[in-house]
Structure formats: structure tokens, C-alpha cells
Antibody, heavy 119, light 111 residues
Framework: QVQLVQSGAEVKKPGASVKVSCKASGYTFIGYYMHWVRQAPGQGLEWMGQINPNSGGTNYAQKFQGRVTMTRDTSISTAYMELSRLRSDDTAVYYC????????????WGQGTLVTVSS | QSALTQPASVSGSPGQSITISCTGTSSDVGGYKYVSWYQQHPGKAPKLMIYDVSNRPSGVSNRFSGSKSGNTASLTISGLQAEDEADYYCSSYTSSTTLVVFGGGTKLTVL
């Protein structure tokens, strides 16, 4: 069965960086795009970007351009999302989501990783 | 302010039907088939309920259906059940640099 298992919660200071991992299993990792979506406390979902695990090609939401980097390690079927220059309003749960082939809907999601930014 | 507009809340009684709207523009909802709907229970990850406007993933109840007219997509839930109480989000592909946009979410209350 498809599973996406994310790394554990993080507490970071303003200005620092955080790197969240998403380990995939149960399907061909390089065959499907991976999206990253975040959700601030009590707020809605926000799309951050996507990575093509096969080529490593990425597309980032304009809001995060210059601050986010998405990478992957195909040898261990793991995707990564790194967000730099953290601010307090980056406090959120960060999700990875496997995307339907040729589509933009996320059919399997990780359990979420809470990133808290606080001085 | 979200790119797609959803009502903040809707409610219905068990057995009734409700519809949640999702309004965008011709650059997103109105221009492409890539409209999805997600259900999210408190503290849980979102679950895909509808993709490509009206397609249901395997395992999703046929009480959930989707449609689109112009720049507005809709999610209809028929035969409401207590377990349907959750937040619902629409999303769409968009022609901007930000490829995917979400609605602000709708809280469904089953009375």
C-alpha cells in the first residue's frame, strides 16, 4: 500500500532553515510528482510547490520563490522540502502529497510535520 | 485571501444533500479540468474526494459528486452522514507561476 512517512516535528528560531523529509513506499517513486502543501494553525491549505522525482525538476509557488528548495533522493525514495529564512508566520504543518499521474490532485498524503518558528 | 472562494460554512441534517461552491476565474477553475476536492477531519491529513472536476478516487463513496459551470465548481454530498462533518477544500490548476491554488475551506456541520 502507498505510504508517505514524514520526519518529526521541528522547532526553529527566526532566520533559521528547516528541512522536512517524506519517505515514499508502495509505489514507483520516480513515476509520480510530489507536491508540498502547508497549513498554518487554524488556517487553510497553501500550495508550496512540486518536484518531479524522475528529473528533479521543480516548480515553486511565487510566494516561496527564493526561500524554498525541493529535492529528492531516488535511491531511498525520499523527497525533501527545505525552507529558509524562517519567520514566525511559517509556523505550520507541512504535508507532502503524491500526485495522480498527469494531474494535480494529491491522492496520498503524508501525516504532516509541524514546524514551529519561535524565538 | 485565498485564490478560490468558498463559503466559510454549510450545514445540513442527516440524510439531506448539501452543495459547496468554489469560485475562481477563467485562469483556474474555468479554464481547466484539474479541479479537486479534499476532505479534512481535525488533526488529520487531507483526503482526496474528487479529481478532474467529477471523478471519484477508488474507495470514495458515490454520495460525493462534483461538477463545474463556468468559473464555479461544486461539491455535492448526498445522504449526509455524521462522519461527513469536516472541512472541505477545493483546489485548481492555475496558469500562473503558482501552479495550484486552494480555496479557503468550508466547514461542514451535520446537525
Amino acid at each position: 500500500q502507498v505510504q508517505l512517512v514524514q520526519s518529526g516535528a521541528e522547532v526553529k528560531k527566526p532566520g533559521a532553515s528547516v528541512k522536512v523529509s517524506c519517505k515514499a513506499s508502495g509505489y514507483t517513486f520516480i513515476g509520480y510528482y510530489m507536491h508540498w502543501v502547508r497549513q498554518a494553525p487554524g488556517q487553510g491549505l497553501e500550495w508550496m510547490g512540486q518536484i518531479n522525482p524522475n528529473s528533479g525538476g521543480t516548480n515553486y509557488a511565487q510566494k516561496f520563490q527564493g526561500r524554498v528548495t525541493m529535492t529528492r533522493d531516488t535511491s531511498i525514495s525520499t523527497a525533501y522540502m527545505e525552507l529558509s529564512r524562517l519567520r514566525s508566520d511559517d509556523t505550520a504543518v507541512y504535508y507532502c502529497a503524491k500526485v495522480l499521474y498527469g494531474d494535480y490532485g494529491g491522492d496520498y498524503w503524508g501525516q504532516g510535520t509541524l514546524v514551529t518558528v519561535s524565538s | 485571501q485565498s485564490a478560490l472562494t468558498q463559503p466559510a460554512s454549510v450545514s445540513g441534517s442527516p440524510g439531506q444533500s448539501i452543495t459547496i461552491s468554489c469560485t475562481g476565474t477563467s485562469s483556474d477553475v474555468g479554464g481547466y479540468k484539474y479541479v479537486s476536492w479534499y476532505q479534512q477531519h481535525p488533526g488529520k491529513a487531507p483526503k482526496l474526494m474528487i479529481y478532474d472536476v467529477s471523478n471519484r478516487p477508488s474507495g470514495v463513496s458515490n454520495r460525493f459528486s462534483g461538477s463545474k459551470s463556468g468559473n464555479t465548481a461544486s461539491l455535492t454530498i448526498s445522504g449526509l452522514q455524521a462522519e461527513d462533518e469536516a472541512d472541505y477544500y477545493c483546489s485548481s490548476y492555475t496558469s500562473s507561476t503558482t501552479l495550484v491554488v486552494f480555496g479557503g475551506g468550508t466547514k461542514l456541520t451535520v446537525l
